[in-house]
């Protein structure tokens, strides 16, 4: 796909780092598969993933974690 940002660039399928902030929970996650810009290395996260995230980094702050870094793993 063509980057929205830049305009220029075509994607890739890569890895990026995620990093979701609710209250004093900070949770980092590493190697998340992304679509990734070849010119400005824009990333982009599909639905699926997004959501899992999203879910890991409430359950995390409701478990009261303050600082977790995590490898993403696919279901």
Do not use: H
Request: with cysteine; charged share 25%; aromatic share 8%.
């Amino acid at each position: 796909m063509k980057c929205v940002i830049c305009q220029r660039g075509e994607t890739y399928l890569g890895t990026g780092t995620v990093t979701l902030q609710r209250g004093e929970t900070t949770v980092v996650f590493k190697k998340v598969p992304a679509q990734v810009c070849a010119n400005c290395g824009e990333k982009y996260y599909d639905e699926e993933t997004t959501k899992r995230l999203f879910q890991t980094a409430q359950e995390a702050a409701q478990a009261g974690v303050q600082v977790e870094v995590r490898e993403y793993l696919a279901a």
